[in-house]
């Protein structure tokens, strides 16, 4: 329509540009759905439209940077919790997607899009590029999700086997929040950074019914020079960025920084599936004893 992209005003340069975004998606599907077909059973839509949107995703990436996505992959977060807040039969896990465009759009993206920061890219394009091989203009068989997930397993061998599980054949959410942080000076000029986090992940069934389970992920603890929309531009501002093992709900962080931080957080580019994503961002607070020379407190 003229509203997707003839009229679009794309002036505002912290904004998503869906025009891009929406022309990658329709070419991506030359090969999803053009050649790979999928058979029409449960998960058709996944090798079609999560294929699609991920394939625009990466191009979006490369062009834009880590920061733009984190504001594309909110948006897509807020679509999905809304839509399953909203569903009127049965939530289905991904590769048994009903032609439910909350999934296969929003939850596929967010699913793709951290599966390839877990095992690499490179490694999901093999995986994609094995299932084109295979099927393309294939009609009998047609292809499914459970032949991507094979050949997926192939690729990434047993260590990725239960997160493989948990994006694709379960629903799976999290709730992830900076409970408290600190930093403080040290004597070489660098920055102690502290960082108490809570980590929860939920299995929910096709009726939102969510029950708590231990955790145990690689999750993103990050420590930037700003907040992370307050500017789009460059990479500068990361200070830290490393996957740590979170296996416990309430856990502190200890880090060492060159520069002073302004803002930390947990999974700070909405990388899973979190129920309340607000709150995965904190910024620092200086210890007293760092405040400037004459410095007093306010009565």
Do not use: C
Not at 42 to 59: N, P, R
Not at 118 to 129: I, S, W
Not at 146 to 168: A, C, K, T, W
């Amino acid at each position: 329509s003229e509203g997707i992209g003839f009229i679009a005003d794309l002036n505002d340069p912290a904004g998503v540009d869906y025009v891009y975004m929406v022309t990658a998606h329709e070419a991506a599907h030359q090969w999803w759905a053009h050649q790979v077909a999928p058979a029409n059973v449960q998960g058709a839509t996944m090798l079609v439209e999560t294929f699609a949107e991920y394939s625009a995703l990466m191009l979006l990436s490369q062009r834009y940077g880590e920061d733009h996505m984190r504001r594309y992959l909110t948006r897509e977060l807020v679509g999905y919790l809304d839509g399953r807040g909203a569903e009127a039969f049965e939530e289905q896990p991904l590769y048994r997607v009903e032609d439910q465009q909350y999934i296969h759009y929003r939850k596929g993206a967010l699913i793709m899009y951290a599966l390839q920061d877990y095992v690499g890219e490179a490694t999901v394009n093999r995986a994609m590029r094995r299932l084109v091989d295979e099927f393309a203009y294939a009609t009998e068989p047609y292809a499914t999700t459970l032949d991507f997930l094979r050949i997926l397993r192939e690729e990434v061998g047993p260590e990725y086997e239960s997160l493989i599980h948990d994006f694709f054949e379960r629903i799976i959410l999290f709730d992830l929040s900076v409970t408290d942080t600190s930093v403080s000076r040290r004597d070489d000029g660098r920055w102690d950074v502290v960082i108490d986090i809570e980590a929860h992940k939920f299995a929910a069934d096709g009726g939102g019914e969510q029950t708590e389970e231990p955790i145990d992920y690689m999750i993103d603890i990050g420590v930037f020079t700003r907040d992370l929309d307050s500017s789009l531009e460059g990479s500068d501002h990361v200070l830290y960025l490393e996957k740590h093992r979170i296996n416990e709900t309430s856990m502190r962080i200890e880090l060492i920084v060159d520069e002073e931080p302004h803002t930390v957080g947990i999974d700070p580019y909405i990388k899973l599936i979190d129920r309340e994503s607000d709150d995965n961002l904190a910024q620092v607070s200086v210890a007293s004893s760092q405040r400037l020379e004459g410095e007093t407190d306010t009565p």
